[in-house]
Every structure is written in C-alpha cells, then in structure tokens.
C-alpha cells in the first residue's frame, strides 16, 4: 500500500456510492465488538444521506482514490449542531463528520493523514474547534482519536438510527 500513489480529491455528490461503501466497510468491522444481532443503518440510507450532505455547503469531504479507481478512504467535516436540537449551530465549532478507511489500509497511516487533511480545513474555515461522535465501544477508532489529541467531552448516550451508544469527543484546532 503506498500512500504516495493516492489521489486526493474533494469528493462530490455523484461520490456517494463509493463514500458508503467504505463506510459500509467500517460499519461492518463494529459486529466484532457491537451487540450480538446488531445491524448497521441500512445501506440506502446511508447513500442518500452521504448525498445530501455533500449537496450542502457546510460540507466538506475528501477522498483518497487509488490509481485504479477505488477508494482507499475518506474525511468529512461539517459545522457542528447542537445534539438535542439539530438546528442551532455551535459558534465556531466544527463537528468530524466522518472518517473511515478500508481494512487494506488499515495501519498504513492513511486513517492519520486523512485526519490531518478533515483538521486543517477546519482551522482553514475559521472554526477554533472540533468534534466528533465514535461508538462507544469502539475501541481502536477511540485509540486513534485520543493519540490525534481528542479528549472525551461526554458520557456515552444513544443513538437509536445507528443502535449504539456514541461518545463525544473534542479538540482545539
């Protein structure tokens, strides 16, 4: 895996099949710690959602693409929301929308340079902080994050559309 052969590029609209199949990707390796039964959202959804998202302009995302086309791996920040009530804005704060890289590149320290890509488009943007919400029992992505300088913000509360109980975590940029 040679990270210097990636292409990184902003990811559009028409990425969204790609975006969610790596996220897919990402949703599935949680079966090895979530609930027995668990399931993740359901892959249409998770489509249009991407979709949607990338339409707005609060939005940004980039993508890794190996030069045969498939995607290695993504980030994705957006302006954060209050949790309770989705449509207030938190001033200066950017919210890590999502970061996910396919198990081949796993450990290859693509996970770290897509992270610093999501932060420092943030801090371009004018926002002072950031944060993000991971799965509680998410162990390795709680270790990469807290090893990046996230420090937990908040008890572990739940998320009925993914069925897991999330945690917060924040940094300054």
Do not use: K
Not at 59 to 87: F, K, Y
Request: net charge negative; glycine share 10%; charged share 25%.
């Amino acid at each position: 895996m040679d990270l210097a052969g990636l292409d990184i590029r902003i990811a559009v609209p028409d990425d969204a099949l790609a975006l969610a199949g790596t996220t897919r990707l990402g949703f599935d390796s949680y079966r090895a710690w979530a609930p027995e039964g668990w399931e993740p959202p359901p892959h249409a959804l998770e489509v249009r959602s991407i979709r949607e998202r990338l339409r707005q302009n609060t939005t940004w995302c980039a993508m890794a693409v190996e030069p045969d086309g498939m995607q290695a791996g993504h980030v994705g920040i957006t302006h954060a929301a209050d949790r309770e009530r989705p449509h207030i804005r938190l001033p200066a704060r950017a919210h890590l929308w999502m970061l996910f890289v396919r198990p081949d590149w796993w450990g290859t320290g693509l996970a770290g340079r897509l992270h610093g890509l999501g932060l420092e488009e943030a801090a371009r943007q004018g926002y002072e902080s950031i944060r993000l919400y991971t799965p509680y029992g998410a162990a390795r992505a709680r270790a990469f994050y807290e090893r990046e300088g996230w420090e937990l913000a908040s008890r572990a509360f739940s998320e009925p559309l993914l069925g897991l109980d999330l945690v917060e975590y924040r940094r300054e940029l």
